[in-house]
């Protein structure tokens, strides 16, 4: 672990709270916009190629190539934050995505997209990574789950508005724009000096298996959160309607799943700072392992249905916000920053492997292969986490 002097700099461990609270609502309010940008680019670069006549092998080559970025940028993101600093690195990544869109509306060669979708990969990575270090760095111990429960919140909530107003903007370079201005208008809440940034520290080389050894447990944390986000994104709806449900409908039990991801995120936080965190996160993957098995009888329900994703959708998200505030509580400096980038790269695995996990469980069970092998998942890490007992 860092010395203490790394991140958390004598100028932020003197924060009055006033100054505290307003600099970590400068940064959560920065990641959310950036997150909006995100979730509205990413269909609609998708919808942009199948308009164009591609077929999906090439629009899910271009997608994966997002991830390849990630996996790039992530290695070496202790070192660049050490060189640039927090304050730098995450304007610098607002405004590359924001020129990276704009871009999108000027390159009429397909081929071109592939390194403009790695290049906007890094971008996120970057700013993933620093606004979750950031975050943390200003909060205190006392109130860190609440604090990281606002960010996960925050976060999800621009996922969500994202394309909800892609439906109303349409596929088109208007779009690409208004997402280029959304990334660019975000700088401004990172720029300012009232705007407290966490020290610099001592530069060192790339070590990801460093810190996967030292932090196994948010690793496995980050790969579920994935596996089970975009399985349940991609498939959930199929899966509704498989079972007699209209699309329309379907698609509101996402919304209302998103929803109860954003609203429970409140009081989880608040239990993390009143209770072991290791505990509250062992109980959450638990009974989000045995309640994802009631989804086939809860579906024959409308409300009874909505009322259990709304209630399931929080508690899993609550796993990865907890271990955020573990994460945080534990390492300092380089280190912070190290895990959360490697974290990063542990996000990319999940979001390969979950999906394709479900789609053999649904082809293998219709009824229960989806909400099967979610609930495996949660299983699998409960039993791996009550094994670790001393690590994060």
């Known amino acids: 672990m860092s010395a203490p002097r790394d991140m958390a700099a004598p100028a932020v461990l003197t924060l009055g709270r006033r100054s505290r609270l307003w600099s970590t609502a400068a940064v959560i309010a920065a990641a959310t916009i950036f997150g909006l940008s995100y979730s509205l680019s990413a269909p609609l670069i998708a919808m942009s190629l199948s308009d164009r006549g591609h077929s999906g092998t090439y629009i899910g080559i271009n997608a994966a190539m997002h991830a390849l970025g990630v996996l790039l940028i992530a290695p070496v993101m202790p070192a660049l934050a050490a060189r640039f600093g927090a304050r730098s690195l995450a304007a610098a990544a607002l405004v590359v995505t924001a020129v990276i869109l704009a871009a999108f509306t000027l390159v009429r060669d397909e081929t071109w997209w592939f390194p403009l979708r790695i290049v906007l990969g890094m971008a996120a990575e970057t700013l993933f ?182 209630v399931w959708g929080g508690l899993f998200v609550g796993i990865y916000t907890v271990m955020l505030a573990m994460v945080g509580s534990r390492f300092q400096g380089n ?45 699998v890490f409960a039993g791996f986490l009550a094994k670790s007992r001393s690590q994060t």
């Open 129 to 310: 990574v620093i606004s979750e270090t950031w975050t943390n760095v200003l909060s205190t111990e006392q109130a860190r789950g609440r604090t990281m429960a606002v960010y996960t919140a925050a976060l999800s909530l621009g996922m969500v508005i994202g394309p909800a107003l892609l439906s109303v903007l349409g596929v088109n370079a208007g779009a690409y724009l208004a997402g280029a201005v959304i990334a660019l208008g975000a700088v401004v809440l990172v720029l300012p000096p009232w705007v407290v940034a966490p020290a610099r520290t001592e530069p060192e080389k790339a070590q990801p298996l460093r810190y996967m050894r030292l932090a196994p447990i948010a690793i496995a944390t980050t790969v579920l959160n994935a596996g089970v986000e975009t399985a349940g994104l991609s498939f959930i709806s199929l899966y509704a309607t498989q079972l007699g449900w209209t699309e329309a409908r379907a698609m509101q039990l996402i919304s209302v799943l998103m929803f109860g991801a954003i609203v429970l995120q409140l009081p989880i936080g608040w239990l993390a700072d009143k209770m072991d965190k290791r505990r509250l996160v062992l109980a959450l993957a638990s009974i989000s392992a045995v309640t994802a098995l009631f989804w086939p009888f809860a579906l024959r329900e409308t409300w009874l249905a909505f009322s259990v994703v709304f």
């Open 335 to 379: 280190d912070l920053v190290g895990v959360y980038a490697v974290m990063g790269l542990a996000w990319g695995v999940g979001a390969l492997v979950g999906p394709a996990l479900a789609g053999v469980a649904m082809g293998a069970n219709a009824l229960f292969g989806l909400p099967g092998v979610i609930a495996l998942g949660c299983a």
